[in-house]
C-alpha cells in the first residue's frame, strides 16, 4: 500500500533535522509532505503576547491543510520541535481525531500529561536538543521513521471509538479490585468495557471520548478527580468530567471519595501529612479527606447527578469506598462513609435512585448491584 506521512516543523530552525527525517522515512517507503510552521517574525524577537499571537497564527495558517490532509490521503502526522515548534505543533495535533495516529519528535521541555491527557500523541523524545545532526539525534530520527512507516501500515476504518459505542468505565489502582469483576461481568453480557483511569489526567480523555458519543452507558464506580477539582492534587481541567454524556444512562460509586491522590511524599505539604495518609507509590501518596471536604465532595457531587438527563443510579459501598479504607486499612473512617451517604441523599433530586449497601466497594455484592442495575437499563431501553 502507498504510505504517506505529513511532517510539521519550524524549518526556519528545524532545516537539517527535517531533511534527514524525510530520507528516512523514505528509506521506508513513506511519502513525506512537509508543512512550514515556523513563527512569521521577520527576524525579530517577539515579546511574549506578540510571541503568542504569532504561534496561533502559525497554527491557523497550516490547519485547514492538516485537517484536509487527514481526511483525504494521509496515514499519519509527525512533528519535530522543540520548545516554542513543538507547542505549535502540539495545538495541531491535540485537535485532530482522537487516534488518529501523530507522533511528536521533541526535547520535552514540558511535563507530557496535561498535553497528552485527553489524545494518543505518541512522544518521541529527543533527550539531545534538536540543535544540528549528531549521532544521538539520528538515531532518534531513524527509529522515529521506523515508528512511523508503521503507523502508515495500518488500515483505519474511522474513529473506532464512535463508531462502536463502548460502556465507559473509571477506575484505580485504589479501585481495581472493583472494577476487574465488573469488566468480566460486562463482557459476559456482550460488551466491551473502555476504561480509564480517574488519576486527574485519564479523566481528561474519559471526557473527551464521552463528548463525541463514545458511550452507550457510563458507569463512574471511581469518580476521584473530583478530590483533584475540588479539594487538591495535580490534574488538567475537565469542565465537563461530570456532565459529558449527560444524556446516557449513568450509574455511579463514590470510588477514591475518600482520599486526595497527592505526588511523592517528601513533596507533600506538612498540613496533609498530619492526617491519615500512606504512599501508593514512590511518587504518589494518599491522604484521607476530612468531613467538611467529604461534604462538600457529596453536595458536589449531588449537584452533578441532577443535571444529568438520562437514568442515573448511585451505589453507596458503606463498607468502604477504596482498598485501604477497609478494616485496619491507613484511611478507614467508617463515619466518613456515612458522612458522605447521608449529604448526598439529602441533596438530590428524586428520580436519582440511590442504593446503600453494608459491603466494600470491591465485594461481590456490590459488583453485582452494578450489574443488575446496568440490566435494568437495558431492559427499560
Known amino acids: 500500500m502507498t504510505k504517506n506521512a505529513l511532517l510539521l516543523a519550524t524549518l526556519a530552525t528545524k532545516q537539517d533535522e527535517v531533511d534527514y527525517l524525510t530520507q528516512c522515512l523514505a528509506y521506508h517507503d513513506v511519502n513525506v509532505r512537509c508543512l512550514d510552521v515556523s513563527l512569521a517574525a521577520g527576524g525579530r524577537t517577539l515579546d511574549g503576547a506578540e510571541k503568542s499571537a504569532a504561534m496561533q497564527a502559525s497554527v491557523e495558517r497550516v490547519w485547514a491543510e492538516v485537517a484536509a490532509a487527514v481526511e483525504d490521503d494521509i496515514h499519519a502526522i509527525v512533528g519535530i520541535g522543540g520548545g516554542t515548534g513543538g507547542e505549535i505543533i502540539l495545538s495541531v495535533l491535540r485537535a485532530l481525531p482522537i487516534t488518529f495516529p501523530k507522533v511528536l519528535v521533541t526535547t520535552l521541555p514540558f511535563d507530557p500529561r496535561i498535553a497528552l491527557a485527553d489524545n494518543s500523541i505518541i512522544i518521541m523524545p529527543t533527550l539531545a536538543d534538536i540543535t544540528g545532526l549528531n549521532a544521538t539525534l539520528r538515531e532518534v530520527l531513524e ?31 485504589a479501585t481495581e479490585a472493583a472494577v476487574k469483576p465488573l469488566i468480566a461481568g460486562l463482557k459476559e453480557r456482550g460488551e466491551e468495557p473502555t476504561v480509564f483511569h480517574s488519576n486527574g489526567y485519564g479523566g481528561a480523555a474519559f471526557t473527551r471520548f464521552a463528548e463525541r458519543g463514545a458511550f452507550h452507558t457510563v458507569i463512574d464506580l471511581t469518580p476521584h478527580e473530583l478530590t483533584r477539582i475540588e479539594v487538591a492534587g495535580a490534574h488538567v481541567d475537565m469542565p465537563a468530567r461530570f456532565s459529558a454524556a449527560s444524556d446516557r444512562p449513568r450509574i455511579v460509586l463514590p470510588g477514591g471519595l475518600n482520599f486526595i491522590g497527592l505526588g511523592e511524599k517528601s513533596l507533600v505539604p506538612s498540613r496533609y501529612l498530619d492526617r491519615p495518609h500512606y504512599a501508593h507509590s514512590g511518587f504518589f501518596t494518599h491522604v484521607k479527606v476530612d468531613e467538611d471536604e467529604m461534604v462538600h465532595l457529596a453536595k458536589t457531587l449531588a449537584g452533578h447527578l441532577n443535571a444529568l438527563t438520562a437514568l442515573c443510579s448511585l451505589i453507596i459501598p458503606l463498607g468502604g469506598f477504596s482498598h485501604q479504607d477497609r478494616a485496619d486499612g491507613p484511611i478507614e473512617d467508617i463515619e466518613l462513609r456515612h458522612v458522605f451517604a447521608d449529604v448526598i441523599r439529602e441533596a438530590l433530586k428524586p428520580d436519582v435512585a440511590v442504593t446503600c449497601l453494608n459491603e466494600h466497594i470491591s465485594a461481590p455484592a456490590i459488583t453485582s448491584k452494578i450489574l443488575e442495575t446496568y440490566d435494568d437499563y437495558k431492559r427499560i431501553n
Request: aromatic share 0%; proline share 3%.
Open 143 to 173: 527509529n522515529t521513521s521506523a515508528m512511523v512507516s508503521g503507523l502508515c501500515s495500518t488500515q483505519r476504518k474511522g474513529d473506532a471509538c464512535i463508531r462502536v459505542p463502548s460502556v465507559g468505565v473509571t477506575a484505580l489502582g
